[in-house]
């Protein structure tokens, strides 16, 4: 991909679709100045103990369905 006359990035792709999705993604960072997502990934239980700590200072009620909610599911789920 290129900028002006300045490559910036280069990537192989397996198919034309996600190359060209790819591309987009990148222009629109590139005019929009919009940095790049992070790489990092996280697990489900991460996921849900962020969720929790956001949610804690809310309403009690709210806070004890959210914690019977995620009590119910199945343990590989959670």
């Known amino acids: 991909m ?4 300045q ?10 679709r996600e190359a060209e999705t790819w591309e987009r993604q ?3 960072v590139i ?9 990092r990934s ?3 239980q ?3 103990t962020m969720f929790l700590t956001a949610r804690e200072g809310g309403n009690p009620h709210t ?5 019977n909610n995620l009590a ?7």
């Open 46 to 48: 991460e996921l849900v």
């Open 63 to 67: 806070v004890d369905t959210d914690r």
């Open 42 to 44: 996280f697990t489900l």
């Open 7 to 16: 490559l910036v990035a280069s990537k192989a792709f397996a198919t034309k």
């Open 72 to 78: 119910a599911l199945p343990s590989r789920c959670s």
């Open 26 to 28: 990148q222009r629109h």
């Open 31 to 39: 005019e929009s100045g919009r940095p790049l997502a992070p790489k």
């Open 2 to 5: 290129e900028s002006g006359r």
